[in-house]
């Protein structure tokens, strides 16, 4: 098969992972940085250019789509879908997961733990929306962020105030989230492939921060997910409409409790658990790609 890894790094090691083991597996494989194509949307001919070339006969695409260019990174996306190419993320997935309060939202609905989560705009009612989450302190993350960046830990009532007034005079939309206490510092990120769990690691932070990204120098240890985690993690994955994707939990008291559904992974988990996360994702292409090019449905 032919595939194209659209990604913004080609030296990035989860980029080079793949094409390793797609290569290994006898495909051709073309990197493509997406922030450099560019779409021609004409009346039933979809096409993508890279370079001054058009992007011809692939079979596959897997998205590697950075956060800070989601909305070009899942037009270019969009723009193959239509053309009938497999993607391993369709860019509806993308975006639904980028958007944390969407996501959010999204889980709630179909069934999956979530910390309790409040979402507003004005600051007339601060002390309500703190109490409804459970008082200080509490977690206060802006809606489009990742690798635990723009997420702010307020340990009082005062500095929780503080922090969304100052939000709401920028102009930015925020989250309001319950603190989870016993699991301060520690999450546990699960990767999932073909409604699968292939991986899983937990993460601890290395000093006092709450947050545990390994992007924010947290360290990954192998941990055995409990039957519900593994459940809550291919339950987060179906409701995002995300086959591949790692699923980012905590441990509380009412069980496991999902923070982020993230669509474009990093395989660092990879070197945590010794795990081929890269060949478990090609051969999920091959059992789902092969010899099929069918019409996706193109969301907004």
Request: hydrophobic residues 40%; contains cysteine.
């Amino acid at each position: 098969m032919k595939i194209v890894i659209l990604s913004k790094g080609p030296g990035n090691y989860s980029t080079q992972r793949l094409k390793e083991e797609a290569v290994k597996h006898g495909h051709e494989v073309r990197i493509v940085n997406y922030s450099e194509c560019y779409v021609m949307v004409e009346q039933n001919k979809p096409v993508v250019r890279y370079r001054g070339e058009e992007i011809k006969d692939v079979d596959v695409i897997i998205p590697r789509i950075a956060a800070s260019l989601t909305k070009y990174g899942s037009a270019v996306s969009r723009q193959f879908e239509m053309q009938g190419v497999f993607t391993t993320a369709s860019s509806i997935a993308i975006a639904r997961s980028r958007d944390k309060l969407r996501a959010t939202q999204i889980m709630a609905r179909a069934g999956v733990g979530i910390p309790k989560t409040a979402f507003a705009r004005g600051t007339a009612e601060i002390d309500d929306v703190i109490e409804q989450v459970g008082g200080a302190p509490l977690i206060i993350k802006v809606a489009r962020g990742t690798h635990g960046n723009g997420v702010v830990l307020a340990e009082t009532k005062k500095a929780a105030q503080a922090v969304m007034q100052a939000f709401y005079v920028e102009g930015v939309s925020f989250l309001v989230q319950e603190f989870i206490a016993e699991s301060a510092g520690t999450d546990i990120r699960a990767f999932v492939v073909g409604g699968k769990v292939v991986a899983s690691m937990k993460r601890q932070s290395l000093d006092d921060d709450f947050r545990s990204n390994l992007h924010q120098g947290g360290e990954g240890t192998p941990v055995k997910l409990t039957d519900e985690e593994r459940k809550t993690a291919q339950k987060a994955a179906k409701a995002m409409g995300l086959p591949i994707c790692g699923v980012d939990m905590m441990r509380s008291k009412i069980g496991p409790l999902v923070l982020e559904v993230n669509a474009s992974p990093g395989f660092g988990i990879e070197k945590v658990t010794n795990h081929n996360v890269a060949e478990k994702i090609i051969e999920y292409i091959e059992q789902n790609a092969k010899g099929r090019r069918r019409k996706d449905r193109v969301g907004a």
